[in-house]
């Protein structure tokens, strides 16, 4: 059966209308899902270094409350309130040094079972935090990769997508390797 010229002329434009529908509707669709995945990503790592950083805090909040149990001196009580204020603050490097000198002055606090806990949970702490900033670090660049990239973001501007502006974290501390052993 011989296809009239008018009939293919239908058909092409059936098809090129196919092609732009899944251009213009499906191809902006998927982009836009993968920035919201990307947008939650990024949001979770967040949550994760809070949970860490809360961990950290907590961590000190029993040994002070193990110092207190080992020993009732009221010096001995402000140094480690001294250090878990450093720990709030994000001066680990302080709070850490600040116990070594406690546990130097009152050598049967090393025995204790919290603050054991303390010497293994710590770093183990620190070596999450440290993780968790770099997954969110790498999640940051990837999503500003996305958001950014021709035609991304002609797509996501044509659907409306508001794109975030996440910040990097920065350190302080930045190139300094995370302790093993804070007490050494």
Request: proline content about 3%; cysteine-free; aromatic content about 8%.
């Amino acid at each position: 059966m011989k296809i009239s010229g008018t009939l293919k002329i239908v058909i092409i434009v059936v098809i090129l209308l196919a092609i732009g529908l899944i251009v213009g509707l499906i191809i902006p669709i998927s982009v836009q899902n993968t920035a919201i995945r990307m947008e939650e990503q990024i949001h979770e790592f967040q949550s994760n270094i809070g949970a860490q950083e809360q961990r950290r805090f907590d961590l000190y909040n029993t040994l002070a409350e193990a110092v207190n149990a080992a020993r009732n001196a009221d010096e001995l009580q402000l140094q480690i309130a001294e250090a878990r204020t450093a720990a709030e603050g994000g001066d680990v490097a302080e709070a850490n040094r600040i116990i070594q000198v406690v546990v130097e002055a009152y050598p049967e606090l090393g025995s204790h079972q919290a603050y054991l806990a303390f010497m293994t949970e710590a770093p183990l702490t620190e070596n999450q935090i440290a993780r968790y900033r770099e997954s969110f670090n790498n999640a940051v660049r990837t999503y500003r990769s996305h958001v950014r990239r021709v035609p991304n973001s002609t797509f996501l501007n044509w659907r409306g997508h508001e794109i975030q502006n996440f910040q990097f974290l920065e350190f302080e501390q930045a190139g300094q390797p995370a302790p093993t052993n804070l007490f050494d």
